[in-house]
């Protein structure tokens, strides 16, 4: 065993105010970290930042969620330009003061699996609100500190296991930006290939008049409401938590948190439930889509999409449906699947669906139907929708591959962790 110290002897809490003598800031809050790394980084107009706006970071800092710690908003600033940032004064700016402790071995043990349930304990247990720990909760927790070799090693090893992964997330976003300009080409610039395989409006493709859209399209190409994509709706359910009378049938749920993850841009741990028997008519298959049907926020839109295919599913344990604050759609075609899911991605990143939201106790909800039922859409030609969902469907497969790989690193991650950290395992030539 290892000796052990407080963690007020190894990091404090810094929380120093931003100069804010630029116009723009780059601001995260804790939805824009997730499981150490920054998903988003936004400039904003300074003036227009809101009071927890506040706190100045510095490389090797590390950002820790006060809220739901098991939801895993934490990163680690690896990284020197930083003056352009400023955090919410909902994240905690962890700084090690102690040279006897390597700053990745304590990250690595502050965001253990084992760590974070401690956690999450202590917050849900707390008279609040919301489940949120403090530093001083933080503080009555004790680290073990091997020798300083030891603990690099010890870093050395589950930082390589975070290299793959973060490597897979490059490949996949290079993947997934492949098959946005296939679709653009194809698809916004009418450049799919002809019978000759040459591009079909650059090589003088006949187009036609709408007048719904009024623009041309593509001689052939219809017009459509969305709604005529579809084949039908399945509703959300959130289940209960523990299996008992009829609710037997166990299932993960999708919620509009882990629509992100489902794609591979962020986290996904949708919880574990147990739905009744009769409403398994609501577990997803491939080729259904997820749409969240209530969120957003007043600078983005409610809409995000996610797509299910087989890769999607093997990745879970158990089947999945969506939650109530999603709905899923399975479409006429499961080869409509790529077209439907780039058309509506493109709407939703223009904020389309701002003109279709109503709101319930401030809540921004997306009227999905009256949406589907009056947007016209450009239904392409089955042909070229086969040859976007061959290519595209083998890129997809490629890229949900590697999300299933990093799952199973992650969990090699998080298994060897606390016998490293307790010397139940050594590390190659530590003693």
Not at 118 to 129: G, K, P, T, Y
Request: proline fraction near 4%.
């Amino acid at each position: 065993m290892y000796n052990s110290l407080p963690i007020n002897e190894v990091v404090d809490s810094i929380s120093i105010t931003h100069k804010f003598n630029k116009k723009k800031l780059i601001f995260l809050n804790t939805s824009d970290i997730g499981n150490g790394k920054i998903i988003n980084a936004n400039y904003y107009e300074t003036k227009k930042l809101k009071g927890q706006s506040k706190k100045t970071i510095k490389k090797n800092d590390i950002l820790f969620s006060e809220i739901r710690p098991k939801n895993k908003r934490f990163a680690y600033i690896d990284f020197d330009e930083t003056e352009d940032y400023v955090v919410s004064t909902k994240l905690m700016v962890l700084r090690n003061i102690n040279t006897i402790v390597n700053n990745r071995y304590f990250y690595y043990f502050i965001t253990s699996e084992n760590m974070l349930n401690l956690l999450q304990n202590r917050a849900e247990n707390r008279i609040c609100s919301f489940p949120q720990i403090t530093f001083e909760v933080l503080s009555e927790y004790n680290i073990p500190v091997p020798d300083l070799p030891t603990q690099q090693k010890i870093a050395a090893v589950l930082s390589a296991l975070d290299d793959k992964i973060e490597l897979n997330n490059r490949i996949n976003a290079e993947l997934e930006a492949m098959a946005k300009t296939l679709y653009d080409f194809w698809f916004v610039q009418f450049d799919f290939p002809d019978e000759n395989n040459k591009p079909y409006k650059s090589s003088g493709g006949k187009m036609t008049y709408s007048p719904e859209l009024k623009r041309e399209i593509p001689a052939g190409w219809e017009v459509k409401k969305l709604g005529d994509w579809i084949e039908n709706k399945k509703s959300g359910d959130w289940g209960k938590e523990l299996g008992e009378g009829n609710y037997k049938l166990q299932v993960n749920c999708v919620r509009g948190t882990d629509i992100n993850g489902i794609n591979g841009t962020d986290q996904c741990n949708p919880p574990e439930r147990y739905i009744l028997e009769k409403n398994s008519f609501k577990i997803l298959n491939s080729a259904d889509l997820i749409i969240e049907i209530s969120g957003g926020s007043p600078t983005q839109s409610t809409g995000r999409l996610a797509y299910i295919t087989n890769s999607t599913l093997s990745r879970f344990n158990n089947p999945l449906i969506c939650s109530n604050f999603c709905q899923a759609i399975t479409l006429k075609n499961d080869k409509y699947l790529y077209n439907f899911a780039f058309y509506w991605n493109s709407l939703y990143e223009n904020n389309i669906f701002f003109g279709y939201e109503g709101k319930t106790t401030g809540i921004k909800n997306l009227l999905l139907d009256t949406f589907l039922e009056t947007y016209n859409s450009i239904l392409p030609e089955f042909s070229v929708i086969e040859k976007f969902y061959e290519i595209v469907g083998s890129i997809q497969d490629k890229k949900q591959k590697a999300l299933a790989e990093n799952q199973q690193l992650s969990d090699l991650r998080d298994w060897l962790l606390p016998m490293l950290m307790n010397g139940q395992v050594k590390v190659g030539g530590c003693e």
